[in-house]
């Protein structure tokens, strides 16, 4: 059970991969670094609308070159494959829009309780700098430094029944969320909280992790610099 395994600390580390830079085609290199890298699992997703036949075929893909679970990171009820392991069936809670918060939920649940995927329900709330996905999934972000803020929403979610809390500070951010937010969050937790955004070397990753994250999530590294992701993952095991 992948939840379980972020709750007991056996998933410490999740790389993603995003569908509209990686193709099946070019996969297997890729994979083998993250294979190499100690990474934990592998998530599926980006924040601009992919069709769901091109996240099934590098869900597939990325299943042949390793043994590491899959979990779909989706941006819109599009974005699905059933050979993914989970979901993180996402709720962008600090969002305008009605859509993002439970409208894609609606349209993919009766769906969802059919497939054999475990679904993880999260409460993703984005924070500034928020990059592409506090843009097009119209979030009133959370300050990078703003505890209080991230506190009202962290034990909404909890009180929600939420199975996770996804902290993010949007892909490609030039700084991760502040570590004092994470431990706010995190001592006031009884839920796995996740981070994800601008975490792009050892120390930052580790930061958040002995601030009380139950795992980091990083993107952009393993596309620019895989060399790091190795070192970031052996950083976080240490
Ligand atoms: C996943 O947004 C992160 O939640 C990934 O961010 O690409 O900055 O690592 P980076």
Redesign the pocket.
């Known amino acids: 059970m992948i939840l379980e395994n972020i709750k007991y600390g056996r998933i410490r580390h999740l790389t993603?991969l995003d569908p509209e830079k990686n193709g099946p085609g070019n996969i297997k290199g890729v994979i083998e670094f993250i294979n190499d890298s100690g990474s934990d699992g592998i998530?599926v997703g980006g924040s601009t609308n992919t069709d769901q036949e091109s996240v099934d075929e590098l869900v597939v893909a990325i299943k042949r070159s390793t043994k590491k679970p899959v979990i779909l990171?989706p941006s819109s009820p599009e974005a699905l494959s059933p050979h993914a392991d989970a979901i993180f069936y996402l709720s962008l809670l600090n969002s305008s829009s009605l859509k993002y918060v439970v409208g894609y939920q609606v349209q993919s649940a009766r769906l969802l309780k059919r497939t054999k995927m475990e679904v993880i329900s999260v409460a993703y709330l984005v924070f500034e700098p928020g990059?592409t996905?506090g843009k097009v999934g119209s979030a009133k972000l959370i300050g990078r430094e703003d505890v209080s803020t991230a506190l009202d929403y962290a034990t909404a979610a909890e009180l929600m029944g939420f199975q996770a809390i996804?902290l993010?500070?949007?892909?490609?951010?030039p700084l991760s969320i502040d570590p004092a937010v994470v431990k706010a969050v995190c001592e006031d937790m009884t839920i796995p909280v996740l981070v994800?955004?601008?975490?792009?070397d050892p120390a930052t990753a580790k930061k958040i992790l002995d601030s009380g994250a139950a795992a980091v999530?990083?993107?952009?590294?393993a596309e620019s610099d895989p060399a790091v992701l190795g070192k970031i993952v052996s950083a976080i095991k240490s």
Do not use: W
């Not at 994800?196 to 792009?200: A, F, N």
């Not at 999530?217 to 590294?221: P, Q, S």
């Open positions: 993603l998530m990171f990059m996905v996804y993010e500070a949007g892909s490609g951010a994800g955004g601008g975490i792009r999530v990083t993107g952009t590294v």
